[in-house]
């Protein structure tokens, strides 16, 4: 069976600066690959360089056997390579505790008044509204599960380069990956 993607020793530099450092992965066709790391470590720049977005600075990228590392992103879109984009901070200078706040608030119904005032009211409306982002951040930011549930192949980058890869069971037990990004709450069965 012929490798979907091919990554070969790749890549990418911003000045002197070496954002990913010989990269190597074959994805199967049909395959869910996971790519977990750090912030920082590497991941969107090596989605963007395999999406033709950046330009590799070694290395070679390769869809269905075919060289696609010198294309430009539309010819890599157009054969069917492409990318979503994250909104990690969508208000920048909020928490992300804030951030979630702002969505869960648009569903609370507080007169401006009673709000401004600091009722009793307003401050149990409050104090839902930061249970129910709380728990929302429970689900979603720092656990790995929904990864794990999904991803049939996890890679897992720090500093640019590739530090394991494996199944999820395995990534969970891996001691660098624990090391560098899951910690010991994930090790220990969540």
Do not use: C, W
């Amino acid at each position: 069976m012929t490798d979907r993607l091919t990554i070969d020793r790749m890549s990418v530099r911003f000045g002197g600066l070496v954002a990913v450092r010989e990269l190597s992965m074959r994805v199967k066709p049909g395959e869910i690959r996971g790519l977990i790391g750090p912030n920082g470590a590497g991941k969107t720049t090596a989605i963007n360089a395999i999406t033709g977005a950046v330009p590799i600075a070694g290395g070679r990228i390769e869809l269905d056997g075919q060289p696609i590392s010198d294309l430009p992103a539309h010819e890599i879109s157009r054969r069917g390579v492409g990318r979503t984009f994250q909104h990690v901070e969508p208000f920048a200078d909020l928490s992300v505790l804030e951030n979630v706040l702002v969505g869960v608030g648009r569903h609370a119904h507080v007169a401006f008044a009673l709000a401004v005032l600091g009722t009793p009211f307003a401050r149990r409306q409050e104090r839902e509204a930061e249970r129910t982002a709380l728990a929302i951040m429970d689900t979603f930011e720092h656990n790995m599960r929904v990864m794990m549930a999904l991803a049939d192949t996890v890679t897992v980058m720090q500093y640019g380069a590739m530090i394991a890869e494996g199944t999820p069971a395995a990534i969970q037990r891996d001691r660098k990956v624990i090391d560098a990004y899951l910690g010991e709450e994930t090790h220990a069965g969540h």
